[in-house]
């Protein structure tokens, strides 16, 4: 299934959606599920807030893959160059005069067995795979 | 998936000028703004307290995360506690996963808020 997304918080949330109805059409455990969702969530958040800078006339891509063995989800965007695997951990705990940050990639690594990122051409590809038990 | 906000003073908690914020549904990338401007109103009152009811609350993200501990950090100024009560185990984990929220109390249920409020009070007033 591939989905052509506009850069707005409701479009993130309707990829969200998808995947979560391929899920559940593919009987996926409820937990491997809601993260695999909110890893979504959040990729597909950082893609509309920071490469897309929100402008609504942009889009980006997402494709999501079920077998057996995996469920696959590529994001594809033509933002700015940037990997999300190669962002600082944030390790420490948040204190009151320091902003939260690095929430949304502690999440994602948390939630997915692996992350790939590639630069191909002028697109950002990330693919987030997750490992479903025999 | 919506996010309904109920917000209600005094429900459930018996401790004076806490408010009871009651989430149902995703608290998102899209439905987190709606919860920073529902509490905005709620932080402009005269509010001790805040507790989240998250029972019904079956997604959260960072974005949602953010809200809350925004409104902890302007609870804090005021001298006031935030607390969450009744987490689903996937949205628990969430907050496990971040261990970012220091000063977020985080309760069983309802009760057992009461129960530490009224302990804490007590202890005041031994001090005092």
Redesign the interface.
């Known amino acids: 299934m591939k989905l052509e997304l506009y850069a707005t ?2 479009e ?2 309707r990829a ?2 998808a995947l979560q109805q391929l899920g559940q059409d593919n009987q996926v455990p ?2 491997p599920l ?2 695999l ?2 890893a979504l ?2 990729c597909a ?1 950082n893609i ?1 807030n920071y490469a897309l800078q929100r402008d609504v006339r942009r889009t980006f891509f997402v494709t999501l893959k079920h077998s057996e063995s995996s469920i696959v989800i590529e994001l594809r965007d033509n933002g700015p160059e940037f990997d999300p695997t190669q962002a600082p951990l ?1 390790e420490k ?4 005069d320091r902003p ?1 940050g690095g ?2 990639i ?2 994602v690594r ?1 939630f997915t067995d692996e992350i790939r990122y590639t630069r191909q051409g002028n697109e950002n590809v990330l693919c987030l795979i997750k490992r479903l038990a025999a | 998936m919506k996010l309904q906000i109920q917000v209600q003073e005094n429900i459930g908690s018996k401790q004076p000028g806490v408010i009871t914020v009651r989430l149902a549904g995703s608290l998102d990338t899209a439905t987190s703004p709606e919860l920073e401007r529902e509490l905005s109103t709620v932080l402009a009152g005269p509010v001790k307290g805040l507790v989240f009811d998250m029972a019904q609350l079956k997604f959260i993200s960072s974005a949602g995360l953010r809200v809350i501990s925004m409104v902890r950090k302007k609870l804090v100024e005021k001298g006031g506690m935030t607390s969450v009560i009744n987490m689903q185990p996937q949205i628990r984990e969430v907050f496990n996963i971040i261990k970012a929220l220091p000063g977020l109390d985080i309760f069983k249920n309802v009760e057992e808020f009461d129960d530490y409020i009224t302990a804490r009070q007590r202890m005041h007033q031994e001090k005092g």
Not at chain 1, 93 to 96: A, L
């Open positions: 918080p409701g993130v949330m969200v959606k409820e937990g809601f993260g969702a909110l969530e959040e958040s509309v944030n705990e948040e204190s009151d939260p929430w949304g502690k999440l948390r």
